[in-house]
């Protein structure tokens, strides 16, 4: 429909004044419209007319058209425009486009560490990620939803450094001691251990390094039968259980999982086979000069003939590229490896930019607490993905709401998503499960109320609502809202932008209130019509809910 209405203006331009201009068109208050543009205040000066004279004669012209109610002039040259009941109700019943269609999306989030505990960043990243990937799916891309961690590297010898001295050696029978339900903690304890160590202890420091080379050659070689190998399988996959659990009590779901072992040689042999044109040796290391494209200079691989991060991260792109040829690759992190991520794009831009032309970084803030501050896992003690759901559970249980799961991890995902991404994140347990504010668990809520409504009506006839001749005021408002479900989508879609959905479902669901308390739906003379109205609003609600992540709940 913004379509049509920005084709008829450019027509009445080309006709009154011979001109082919871009249209822009806003939403403005109910009270003023439903549409409003301010072409006239853009063309004053083109025209050498002033801008009410330019709206005036523009507005005569609109109002021939019947796909308008009223075109009012205000202010110094605003023309608003007010849709007739049909259009708008077209508005409502139609779909967000599907602008990725036939498009092949990887999206990559989440990306923990194995051997340690999921932070609240991960949690952050998890959701969001999440989010950004229902939204591409509904504009029709084929989404690959990825995740990459650090399965080797410093992190790793670090902790099972601090294992051996627990196991009394390189001894993996005795890990049979470790009980299952301490197994994750064990990890993430060993971890502050040798992190410790690795500071503070020469000796240490210099163990840590020769059994971080040890560990590169048992994944390179896939070893599994020596005893530090067995250690460090073993335990690999106990990292792998607690993520899994994880993703399931979040409902995130993904389709690959990329261990840095599994692309660091490929990394290596890429960064070698650009030497000198792209990277460069210095002091034994192979960097990449970023200084010569705005940016900083990063190592590579490191004197000892190890990948950093950065290789790992370019031998990343290299496998997802083989997987998947995508047109667009989205990668979601913490707002601190902003500057990082563009050394490696811009790195491997230079030799493969089909590649990386289509690679959008996004970045994150901190999560904290009300008054908390940031945590670190290297001191053990960091702020924990479950620290939060546990956190929401207490709350809801604390006000005597419905315990079901969903309703807990709903109140944390929409406490995440309703803030625009980029910016730290302070989460308050009691008002993410406020059900009378701008919650998860209100939206839930208030589709149940929805459908419990619908489920109360008896031997009521299917009504079109393209047949709609009158509209009441609250029921043209709530037409009105659900019009600009596909406008929202579309925007979210197009800035990769979650919250731009929360904010607009949270209006959507107080509209319908109002809606509600002044319009009788069951039993009235306009029972069908205002049923018809419930259902596309049930339609909306439980669809954008899921775009979020979040699940309907028919009962609550």
Known sequence: MQDQINSLIKDALSELYQLDESIELDRPEEQFGDYSTNVALKLAAKLSKSPQDISNELAAKLKENPLFSEVNVAGPGFINLKLS???????ALSQPSKSLEGKTVVAEYSDPNPFKLLHAGHLYTS??????ANLMAAAGANVHRVNFGGDVGLHVAKNIWAM????GGENPDNLAKINEDDRSTWLSSCYVKGTEAYENDETAKAEIRELNKRIYEITASSDHDAPLAKIYWTTRDWSYKYFEDFYARLGVKFEKYYPESEVSG??????RQHIPDVYKESQGAIVFEGENHGLYTNVFINSEGLPTYAAKDVGLIMRKWQDYNYDKSVIITGNEQADYMRVVIKSVEQFAPEKVSGSVHLTHGLVKLPGGQKMSSRQGNVLLATDILDL??????SRDLNSDPRITVGAVKYAFLKQGMGGDIVYDANESVSIEGNSGPYLQYAYARAVSISNKAENSDDFDLKSVDTLTDYERSLVRKLGEYPEVINKAVNELKPHHVAGYLYDLAQTFNRFYENSRVIGDERQNLRLA???????KLGDGLKLLGIEPI???
């Open 392 to 397: 929401a559970q207490e709350a809801i249980k």
């Open 85 to 91: 009941n049909q259009a708008l109700v077209d508005i």
């Open 164 to 167: 051996l001295g627990d196991l």
């Open 127 to 132: 959701i969001v990620g999440d989010s950004i």
């Open 554 to 556: 028919d009962k609550v």
């Open 533 to 539: 109205l419930l259902k596309l609003y049930v339609s």
């Open 266 to 271: 490929l990394g290596v042999e890429t960064v």
